[in-house]
């Protein structure tokens, strides 16, 4: 496992930019189901637990049925 050291003002930048939600609903389709999750769960990991949330939603807008975010 990498270690990794976190600068707290780049993480509120990369927060403040991925809790749009204007860019998960124009982006959060365009991206897989593991890069979605992946994004997902580093902001849940800042506390970012809303906009988490709302990345899953949009991507899942267009999933296949047998994809993993499929509603």
Partial sequence: MKTITI???PV???VDVF???DLAR???PRFTCGEVE???DLL???GATAA???WIEA???ADDEDDQHHR
Wanted: hydrophobic share 45%; aromatic share 8%.
């Fill in 44 to 46: 849940r990991a800042v």
């Fill in 59 to 61: 991507h899942a807008t």
């Fill in 7 to 9: 600068d707290s003002n």
């Fill in 12 to 14: 509120v930048a990369f």
């Fill in 26 to 28: 124009d982006m959060g």
């Fill in 52 to 54: 988490a949330d709302y």
């Fill in 38 to 40: 992946a994004l997902s």
């Fill in 19 to 21: 809790e749009e939600a």
